[in-house]
């Protein structure tokens, strides 16, 4: 039952916001960080006190075969756990920045947060397409209402890619239903049942390509990207915390959860594909974050850069690339978030995102210049930070499988310090051309910058307890032998 109340305290908060909004204007924001406080002190315990697989699963449409079942092993548990602790993290940083329909905003930003919860622990797959239905449409609104200037372009645009690319991945759901009920006479959607379903080349290919294309969109990864640089410059700093940190999370763990496991030969087929695009997103999105003079659009295309590596790694599919994009996963989502919420409080304060205007803000804000370069230096993956360890494992795993993807990946590396030191160089650093003197952090940005600073740091010199985490889940999956065969040509 702990399962449940994972995703029911978000919801029932975020509408417990929108109802208190009548008594006061300040109400919302204090009962959705309240709501999100309790859900991480559950998730919390429940990584504390119940460390193994849990399950929760009552029927719901049994003439259809499908169940309202909801289970956590490691995989789940650290992504619940982040869930958790970035929504927290997102209330907090909109507790100024949003004035407008207040209740409404923390009701639709609580609602996306349980439906990606429920993402994190469906494995129903058809309650899984419910919660990622879910998740979509408050973030929908999120950008449409409270966004910046061309707040509803980017919401069409983020709606569109997403949408269409979840209803591939429904007919493929579909697809594998009836498949493996005209093989067993059993129809279910069951993801324990679907395991090891009997499909044939051409049939486990296309299905695995309508998950594989859906998740690829949320990842992003190139050319399914477009939507997200456009969709985190107008969104509001809790929606691009939540966007970079979770939703982009949520395609790299259907990844993991749903493409390897169901389709194993299909993606042993696909790898090399799969491995070159994950290259391709690593240079392209550092390419394009040099060109950039919008902060929040140069940080956009460093997520696309970083979840190359995600990619990269979960199809070399061997053990230290998996260990290395869940944590790449995790890093990414706390670093990344970081940088937004700190770009969020210099739009407060400079009312710009323009590089070329800032400059010399150490001076007037030596607190926010500190995480400006932690979280700048963790991007480009400085070792003792978390995003060092899931990095140089996953070029670790991948030299194992194609030194030359490695090297190239590798690339990723070099071209991250360059535009980390130049994001640095030219906001906190130099002369300040324009005579800033804004107010510096306020005890409670100071606060949530800590956690955030403490957490990172924690991964990256004692990264034990995720690895122990999701160890029997990698140690189930990984299958390093096929892959490598794949990349040399060779049937497995």
């Known amino acids: 039952m702990i399962l449940v109340w994972l995703i029911v305290i978000p919801a029932a908060g975020g509408l417990l916001s929108w109802l208190t909004q009548r008594v006061s204007p300040a109400w919302p924001k204090y009962v959705a960080f309240t709501a999100m406080a309790a859900d991480l002190i559950v998730a919390a315990c429940l990584a504390a006190f119940r460390p193994g697989a849990t399950e929760f699963m009552v029927p719901w449409i049994p003439q259809f075969g499908i169940d309202f079942y909801l289970a956590c092993d490691g995989l789940s548990l650290v992504?619940?756990?982040?869930?958790?602790?970035?929504?927290?993290?997102?209330?907090?940083?909109?507790?100024?920045?949003i004035r407008d329909r207040t209740g409404f905003f923390y009701f639709n930003l609580l609602l996306t947060l349980s439906g990606i919860t429920g993402v994190f622990l469906a494995l129903d797959l058809f309650l899984f397409y419910f919660f990622w239905e879910v998740m979509l449409i408050p973030m929908y609104f999120i950008i449409a209402l409270w966004g910046h200037e061309n707040r509803v372009y980017a919401s069409y645009k983020f709606f569109l890619f997403t949408q269409a690319s979840g209803l591939l991945m429904f007919v493929a759901i579909l697809a594998l239903y009836f498949l493996h009920g005209q093989n067993t006479g059993h129809y279910t959607f069951n993801y324990t049942q679907l395991l090891g379903t009997r499909l044939s080349p051409a049939a486990a290919m296309l299905i695995m390509l309508g998950f594989l294309i859906a998740f690829a969109v949320k990842l992003p990864s190139i050319p399914f990207h477009s939507w997200l640089p456009d969709a985190h410059t107008e969104a509001p700093t809790a929606g691009s915390v939540i966007l970079a940190g979770l939703l982009l999370k949520t395609g790299a763990y259907g990844i993991l959860r749903f493409v390897l496991p169901l389709f194993a030969t299909a993606v042993h087929h696909f790898a090399p594909v799969a491995m070159a695009l994950g290259v391709a997103s690593i240079l392209y999105g550092a390419l394009q974050a040099f060109g950039q003079r919008d902060l929040k659009r140069m940080i956009a295309y460093t997520s696309v850069s970083h979840m190359g590596f995600v990619l990269l790694g979960a199809f070399a599919w061997n053990r230290l690339a998996l260990y290395g994009v869940v944590m790449q996963i995790l890093c990414h989502g706390i670093s990344t978030g970081a940088l937004f919420i700190l770009v969020g409080g210099l739009q407060e304060r400079l009312h710009t995102r323009d590089i070329d205007l800032m400059g010399g803000l150490w001076a007037a804000m030596p607190r926010m210049g500190g995480a400006m370069m932690l979280f700048a230096m963790a991007s480009l993956g400085?070792?003792?930070?978390?995003?060092?360890?899931?990095?140089?494992?996953?070029?670790?795993?991948?030299?194992?499988?194609?030194?030359?993807?490695?090297?190239?990946a590798s690339l990723?590396?070099?071209?991250a310090c360059v535009y980390s030191v130049w994001i640095v160089q030219r906001t906190i650093?130099?002369?300040?051309?324009?005579?800033?003197?804004?107010?510096?952090?306020?005890?409670?940005?100071?606060?949530?910058?800590?956690?955030?600073?403490?957490?990172i740091l924690w991964l990256g010199l004692y990264p034990r307890p995720v690895f122990t985490a999701v160890a029997p889940y990698v140690e189930n999956l990984r299958a390093p032998v096929v892959v490598s065969q794949a990349l040399r040509g060779e049937s497995p």
């Open 412 to 415: 990723g590396f070099i071209t």
């Open 382 to 408: 400085l070792p003792g930070l978390g995003n060092f360890i899931g990095e140089f494992l996953v070029l670790l795993g991948v030299f194992e499988v194609s030194p030359v993807l490695a090297v190239l």
């Open 429 to 455: 650093q130099g002369p300040n051309a324009q005579e800033w003197k804004s107010p510096d952090l306020c005890g409670r940005e100071t606060a949530v910058m800590a956690a955030m600073s403490v957490l």
């Open 79 to 97: 992504l619940v756990l982040l869930t958790a602790f970035l929504g927290l993290m997102a209330v907090a940083s909109a507790w100024t920045e």
